[in-house]
């Protein structure tokens, strides 16, 4: 059959996404992967460089999103296939361009861990992420902001005159226009996928890229990489070269084989070809190779203790099969970024296949035997100069124009492209995908001067890069133009001039909350958590008076200010306070797990630990349970000597 571009829908059972947190995220990231000082010292001198290459203070411009749960019902995703005799692939453009399935057809053979749930979770940079398939991570060392969020997507012609399926959007973390394009030559076993990030500035941008693919983990999964040595991450910010396989009597390429997550970043020869493979006990599997551009290859692995099972069980549903992750990026490990100079772009070609190798010299102990046997099998299928060529091809149609939409994504890359007057050949970023979020937005671009809103409601989201602060700058003086400059000021890490911003707004301001919010903040950053308390308390009184319904807007607003409140309040022990906060939560917020473990907290600074032992007895779960989170261990150790139970256990690091 010719290679075909189509869409349909997939059903799944799913928790909805949720409104986005509608407080700007002033605060600094709570990264998981980073490596102490003494660590980035003793590390060869090009990796320490860019580790410490720009990283980010905060999330601005983009939003938290906090808004999910735990509940799932049937729901209908948007979806495309592409598929050819051999393969098809199914991509969601609503959620970041995922590659939720890709299907050997002459086999019946699933080639990703294909979850059977739609269920958000706290791992991207900003909140939700699910896990599952192929996911392309842009923007800063972790899972990408984009991870439910719509793309662009639409059919181009494809090198060999069929069709490709382009995905494209902005990410408005590093402000950099992207692309990622898939296609199936005719009888290919192989999926083709361009990758291009372009600089459109004229200032050097730091850039991360990795894509990760969820494999099924089974106790005689091994994974191979071109590789003698890795850096191990182990959640303890510490960075550390060891052999591979074996390290501390362990066969590390199979995943099972450690107690913990761990990440293994192999150190692959720069002569060397580039690939990482994942196989069953019977030598079969999927296998990931690229041209040498995208240089990385790392294994991510739950681990077999009881959190990361945990973990596993969290992400999908009961009795379904584990997975680990086999990654490529742009560096040797993601905890750097990579410098991309003004009008540059970094492109590269990835290839996704099936992988038959010999069983007994796969599983052998000779490891340098079993990745010569992957290298061989890999040759056969699909030669090394093969996926050059392929590549070469591939720019040939880089720049190509959609043909037909089948997807649309933001508003903010056409928002960027009109200011800028950018033209971006191949991705074309419409205006007519402007919204209401971006909406306002135009119109100071258009007339100098934000519209005043036509409603009582939360702020929207803020734009920071340098030519908006400029306008916000120039604009009228009112209220929410100062509150959109604090947070555009505060981003260029000028917190001085932020905090008279929101001063002035403050004077003449209608809706006082958003403001005495940010001053809060500015007040707990700059060392003074007396006045932050009070100005959150103050804010979620304005907040309480201020709001209209029980909508999803106002009561976002009020489980993230109320959140913030309770733990500035805690932290001082003011219980009473913190009490009256609570109080005024909505039954529906205070009956969330996050909610439930905040109760409990309080229940604990009030002395009031068997009623917050019931809560843990009764059961709850934290929907937005970050990555890496210890705070259960925490509450728990306060009420009992015994272990924790295992419902509660997610720790990703051994315990003290």
């Not at 996404?17 to 590390?43: F, K, M, Q, S, W």
């Not at 203070?57 to 735990?70: A, F, K, N």
């Not at 070809?273 to 296998?287: F, P, Q």
Request: aromatic content about 8%; hydrophobic content about 40%.
């Amino acid at each position: 059959m010719a290679t075909t571009v189509r869409r349909t829908v997939l059903t799944l059972p799913a928790a909805p996404v949720g409104p986005a947190n509608p407080l700007p995220a002033l605060r600094p990231l709570d990264e998981t992967h980073t490596v102490d000082e003494r660590t980035r010292r003793e590390l060869p001198r090009e990796m320490a460089r860019q580790i410490g290459y720009e990283p980010l203070r905060t999330l601005l411009p983009v939003r938290i999103m906090d808004g999910y749960g735990r509940d799932r019902s049937p729901a209908d995703l948007d979806a495309i296939v592409i598929e050819n005799d051999r393969l098809r692939a199914t991509v969601l453009p609503g959620f970041g361009g995922r590659v939720h399935s890709l299907r050997h057809k002459p086999t019946g053979r699933e080639l990703v861990y294909r979850n059977p749930v739609f269920q958000p979770a706290d791992f991207a940079l900003n909140g939700a992420w699910f896990s599952g398939g192929i996911e392309w991570n842009i923007g800063a060392t972790g899972h990408s902001a984009l991870s439910c969020a719509p793309v662009h997507a639409a059919v181009v012609p494809a090198p060999d005159g069929g069709e490709m399926l382009r995905l494209w959007e902005w990410e408005r973390l590093r402000d950099l226009p992207f692309q990622v394009d898939l296609w199936l030559p005719a009888d290919s076993d192989f999926l083709r996928v361009g990758v291009r990030i372009r600089n459109p500035h004229e200032r050097a941008v730091p850039v991360y890229w990795w894509s990760n693919i969820a494999v099924e983990e089974h106790p005689r999964t091994r994974v191979l990489a071109p590789a003698d040595e890795s850096w191990y991450y182990g959640y303890e910010r510490a960075l550390r070269r060891i052999p591979v396989p074996e390290y501390r009597d362990e066969d590390r390429t199979y995943p099972l084989r450690g107690e913990h997550p761990a990440d293994y970043f192999y150190e692959v020869p720069t002569a060397a070809r580039k690939w990482i493979t994942a196989l069953d006990e019977d030598g079969h599997g999927l296998v990931q190779t690229s041209t040498d551009t995208l240089r990385g290859r790392k294994l991510f692995v739950w681990g077999a203790g009881r959190a990361g099972r945990r973990w596993q069980s969290w992400l999908t549903e009961p009795e379904t099969a584990g997975y680990a992750e086999i990654q490529a990026g742009l560096a040797r490990t993601q905890l750097e970024h990579v410098r991309l100079e003004a009008g540059a772009e970094f492109s590269w070609l990835e290839a996704y296949g099936p992988l038959a190798a010999d069983a007994g010299t796969v599983h052998g102990d000779n490891w340098a035997a079993a990745v010569a046997e992957v290298e061989r099998r890999l040759e056969g299928a699909l030669p090394r100069a093969d996926v050059d060529t392929a590549y070469e091809e591939w720019l040939t149609a880089a720049d190509t124009e959609p043909v037909r939409v089948l997807a649309t994504g933001s508003g903010w890359g056409a928002l960027e492209t009109l200011r800028t007057g950018t033209k971006l050949p191949g991705t074309p970023f419409d205006e007519s995908a402007i919204g209401e979020e971006e909406a306002p937005w135009r119109e100071l671009l258009t007339t100098g001067a934000l519209p005043q809103p036509r409603r009582v409601a939360p702020p929207g989201p803020s734009l920071t890069a340098p030519a908006w602060r400029d306008m916000l700058e120039t604009a009228p003086a009112d209220p929410l133009t100062e509150y959109h400059l604090g947070v555009a000021q505060w981003q260029a890490d000028d917190r001085a001039q932020a905090v008279r911003s929101w001063e002035r707004g403050l004077e003449l301001a209608p809706s006082r909350w958003p403001l005495l919010r940010c001053l809060a903040v500015a007040d707990q950053e700059g060392g003074h958590p007396l006045r932050a308390a009070d100005r959150w308390l103050e804010a979620f009184d304005d907040l309480c008076q201020e709001r209209r319904d029980s909508g999803e807007s106002w009561t976002a607003a009020t489980a993230a200010l109320g959140r913030e409140a309770i733990r500035a309040l805690l932290a001082l022990d003011r219980v009473a306070d913190a009490r009256s906060v609570w109080a005024r939560l909505t039954p529906t917020v205070r009956g969330r797990g996050r909610f439930r473990l905040i109760h409990a907290r309080l229940l604990v600074a009030e002395g009031l630990l068997e009623e917050a032992r019931a809560i843990f007895d009764e059961g709850f779960e934290v929907a937005d349970l970050r990555e890496g989170s210890e705070e259960l261990n925490e509450v728990w150790a306060r009420l009992s000597d015994e272990p924790l139970p295992d419902a509660y256990e997610y720790r990703m690091r051994p315990g003290d």
